[in-house]
């Protein structure tokens, strides 16, 4: 079965330096790699995905993230951190063709982006 | 346009009752999935309909669960007998269609007590 591991529980950053929120994850066959956003009293937003193609991927609010398969990382990264990008950060993994509707989710990093 | 939406917001029950969680997807969405969220862990996948069919159940803890799309839109999940251990917050997300690379959107959740 796929697993995502995210090691940090917190990452705490100075507003105008760049982030990095870390994510693993094992998979049997191929991944389809995602981040989500959680606001406080808010449903999760998506940020981005990776399922195939270019390695760097880039989406909402400025967010990128690198697809590295022989690392099995998906790292969330961001040139220059905001206070507003404080929240819960969620990676999930989806196992294809094996595993397709079990969207496996890791623990989630709360980041803190300090003025 | 509308997002997921899902109701109630809070629902306090004691135990051994019977409770029902309702979500309202995107109009147009034809995936519909249920998660359950604990403190300080990510969403779990509880069960999957494409349409009005459940096409994958095997998240649901067991056989007090159970979750119906009679119209393939609107979803009920239901928890019969509950225990102070299905105390969460219970996510809804759609997305437009079975493929497994589709982001799904996700509902504010339904944080559910049991006393």
């Known amino acids: 079965a796929q697993s995502v591991a995210q090691p940090e529980d917190q990452v705490n950053v100075a507003e105008g330096n760049p982030l990095t929120v870390k994510c693993t994850y094992s998979v049997s066959g191929n991944p389809y790699l995602f981040w989500y956003v959680q606001y406080p009293n808010r449903g999760l937003q998506f940020l981005l995905k990776y399922i195939t193609g270019d390695n760097l991927v880039k989406g909402s609010y400025g967010f990128e993230a690198e697809f590295n398969k022989s690392q099995t990382s998906f790292h969330l990264k961001k040139p220059s951190a905001l206070v507003s990008d404080s929240a819960l950060y969620f990676c999930?993994?989806?196992?294809?063709?094996?595993?397709?509707?079990?969207?496996?989710f890791g623990a989630g990093t709360r980041l803190t982006v300090k003025p | 346009g509308a997002g997921v939406s899902q109701t109630p917001s809070n629902k306090v029950t004691e135990k051994g009752k019977y409770v029902e969680l309702r979500c309202d997807p995107i109009?147009?969405?034809?995936?519909l999935y249920w998660y359950r969220q604990s403190l300080g862990q990510g969403p779990e996948f509880l069960i999957y309909f494409q349409g009005t069919g459940a096409a994958d159940d095997s998240g649901l803890p067991n056989d007090r669960f159970f979750a119906v799309r009679p119209e393939g839109s609107v979803s009920t999940l239901k928890i019969q007998r509950t225990e102070r251990g299905d105390s969460a917050v219970y996510l809804c997300?759609?997305?437009?269609?079975?493929?497994?690379?589709?982001?799904?959107?996700f509902g504010p959740g339904t944080r559910l007590t049991v006393t």
């Open positions: 109009s147009g969405h034809t995936a």
């Open positions: 999930a993994v989806r196992d294809v063709p094996y595993n397709n509707n079990d969207m496996r």
């Open positions: 997300a759609s997305s437009k269609g079975a493929s497994d690379s589709y982001e799904q959107y």
